[in-house]
């Protein structure tokens, strides 16, 4: 009874992920490919390798009604589902099935094998002609950090947080690169930017130590944590409904692996209709992303896959300070439908949408 109730839960979740994403066609970490009684599944033969991936760029795309892992690189992008079926090597089928079941090190071998191969010319795309999927569909966990940069404490008048602040969002929230968030504007008025880092998890980590943290990233991404002032204040100290309504987490558009990335020292920055609002470095974070894991990690287990969120630096509207200019609250101008985020982190790419 206990294994038919988990067996139609499993079978509920899957189905619900494609209602929220639209229709397209997604795999779950579940479902993997079984070889038939006595034969090896080709990808078996030729790698299935577990570990994370390195010295890659990844996206996700959506292409033949489904989604699609991509790898950027110097001559396109590459679709690794087709160059695995060509060079009859395993891959998983999107960046969630990669990081859930550990198995960067077959995209790797995958997109190695491929660049080197005669036929790699016409598995490539051209960026500017591929249609962005959401980077993550389905991370167990999306954490967030509040108050996390000096300056954006101090330009909201909040003391230093003696310990990271940590709230959260939900899949729902998830948008990808060039995407657009239709405001709820039923229910509230006051929206409002927030460039982050976003940490992507590639290991699972339980009580790990600061010094040890980094290693269990599989990679880094461009983030904003979007959201209505007015519903995160509403209810005094809970900032969920604030922050977790549709569309506000875009994410992207790349997913690049955690060696490229210097987490500590990155330029950051978000402009409003081509407006810089936020310019900064993550070495004014108050908690860097090493002290984060540890801490999260020590109350609640991360695991592969999971996103975190690591805070916003100065700028943002509900700041008040715009041209190094104090406004009054009742002069805030706050964001709308029809205007065009942009959000820059060096190293992870551009991050575009737009509000509806």
Not at 55 to 80: F, H, P, Q, W
């Amino acid at each position: 009874m206990h294994s038919n109730r988990r067996s139609f839960l499993k079978r509920a979740g899957a189905i619900g992920a494609v209602a929220t994403l639209g229709g397209l066609k997604t795999v779950s970490a579940e479902t993997k490919p079984t070889k038939p009684a006595g034969q090896e599944m080709k990808g078996e033969m030729k790698g299935d390798k577990k570990g994370l991936a390195r010295g890659l760029t990844l996206l996700t795309m959506r292409r033949n009604g489904e989604y699609r892992l991509g790898a950027k690189t110097s001559k396109g992008i590459l679709d690794v589902k087709e160059a695995a079926g060509l060079l009859k090597l395993y891959s998983p089928a999107t960046l969630d099935d990669m990081l859930q079941r550990e198995e960067g090190a077959s995209v790797q071998a995958v997109v190695e094998a491929a660049m080197k191969s005669n036929d790699a010319q016409k598995l490539l795309l051209q960026e500017e002609k591929i249609d962005y999927g959401p980077l993550v569909t389905r991370p167990e966990k999306i954490v967030c950090v509040g108050l996390n940069y000096r300056k954006h404490a101090q330009e909201i008048k909040m003391p230093i947080p003696k310990q990271p602040v940590l709230f959260n969002k939900y899949n729902n929230s998830l948008l990808h690169h060039g995407g657009a968030i239709k405001l709820p504007s039923a229910v509230a008025t006051k929206f409002d930017y927030e460039i982050e880092l976003v940490i992507v998890m590639g290991k699972e980590a339980r009580d790990v130590s600061e010094k040890d943290a980094l290693s269990y990233v599989a990679g880094y991404a461009t983030g904003n944590d979007f959201s209505a002032r007015d519903l995160q204040f509403e209810t005094g100290g809970q900032w969920m409904q604030g922050k977790s309504s549709d569309g506000f987490a875009p994410l992207g558009p790349y997913f690049v692996t955690a060696e490229q990335v210097d987490p500590d020292n990155l330029n950051l920055e978000c402009r409003v209709n081509g407006e810089t609002r936020q310019s900064s470095n993550t070495n004014d974070l108050i908690y860097n992303c090493s002290q984060i894991i540890s801490y999260t990690s020590a109350r609640i287990s991360l695991r592969p896959g999971d996103i975190i969120f690591t805070g916003t630096p100065g700028g943002v509207i509900f700041g008040g300070v715009v041209g190094g200019l104090a406004v009054p609250k009742e002069k805030y101008v706050w964001l709308k439908a029809g205007d065009k985020i942009a959000c820059s982190l060096e190293k992870l790419g551009e991050l575009k949408f737009e509000l509806a």
